[in-house]
């Protein structure tokens, strides 16, 4: 009784976040990606560049890029547009533009299990194996598995004028030259120093420090542990320490031709591919 009263008060009040049920704008552009892609640390780059005199904080980034999944509904209406918006969704036709960022599978998986440990969802001693076969299947989160959530971008959206596709690794290698992508696809007239000043404040060390002062104050971190870090290495390549090799296999497995077509090295060659999935990869790389 008490649960359905506050929830419609809160839905009285518009301060409900939306979810799907969003209103979606003809000029609202969607930042999105499979979890634990560097939406986080983009949706910073992002408010950073867009917003140089307000600077991006765990305490103010839900104003700033919302999430209709955690932003009031209250907050949203509003915003001034055009707005950009984050998401997790597979592709969604009502999204006008996208800018989707991809990162390595082998790397999501790593990030996700300790993400799973820092919101309590899993023990620390939960086996990495147990867990991989879980983000295999999509069944780690509520949008599908990296495959398929990558693959509705890429079929639906690649090399369309309005979808502009980032690699996570890309951004981490030249973080300036990725952003200025960003910027030319959001219609930002930014200058390189505008460019510099969002980088350094949207650092893996700015964005730490953040955290420990503003943890209490964001949904993102304020009922997970407080001993394990939102901001981990914030780097690429950690799966090659940080799996087993027989782990590594069955992620190639699974995703190969997929993983290829984006420039993810394998090392391992599985025995048997989808060649329907690889004439619909090579299609997409045709056009």
């Known amino acids: ?21 969003l ?10 990606s499979f979890p634990k892609s560097g939406n986080t640390w983009t949706r910073f ?3 950073n560049l867009a917003n140089p005199e307000t600077p991006a904080t765990f305490a103010n980034i839900h104003a700033l890029v919302p999430d209709p999944e955690g932003t009031a509904k209250k907050i949203l209406d509003r915003m001034p547009r055009p707005r950009i918006i984050k998401s997790h969704e597979c592709f969604d ?16 998986v790593l990030s996700q299990y300790h993400y799973h440990r820092k919101c309590r969802k899993i023990d620390d001693d939960y086996p990495i194996e147990k867990f991989i076969g879980h983000f295999l299947a999509g069944h ?19 090399n369309d004028a309005r979808f502009l596709l980032l690699r996570y690794e890309d951004m981490i290698e030249n973080t300036p030259r990725e952003l200025s992508k960003i910027a030319a696809f959001l219609g930002i007239d ?7 000043q969002a980088v350094e404040r949207s650092s893996a060390d700015s964005m730490r420090k953040l955290e420990k002062a503003q943890s209490h104050l964001s949904t993102l971190t304020k ?16 799966w090659k320490s940080g799996l087993p090799e027989a782990q590594v296999a069955r992620i190639e497995a699974a995703w190969a031709p997929l993983m290829r077509s984006l420039g993810y090295e394998l090392t391992t060659r ?16 045709a056009n």
């Open 1 to 21: 009784m008490i649960a359905r009263f506050i929830a419609g008060t809160k839905l009285f009040l518009r301060l409900h976040a939306p979810g799907r049920t």
């Open 140 to 158: 780690t989160c509520p949008h599908g598995s990296w495959g398929e959530n990558v693959s509705t971008w890429l079929v639906t959206r690649k």
């Open 270 to 285: 599985p025995r048997s591919e989808s060649s329907e999935f690889d004439l619909v990869l090579n299609g997409i790389r």
């Open 93 to 108: 036709p009502r999204y006008p533009r996208a800018m989707y960022i991809v990162r390595d599978p082998r790397d999501v």
């Open 23 to 32: 209103k979606i704008f003809p000029d609202d552009v969607f930042l999105v």
């Open 223 to 238: 009922t997970s542990r407080k001993d394990l870090p939102f901001v981990r290495a914030a780097g690429s390549g950690g």
């Open 190 to 196: 930014a200058t390189k120093e505008r460019i510099s």
């Open 45 to 47: 780059l992002i408010a």
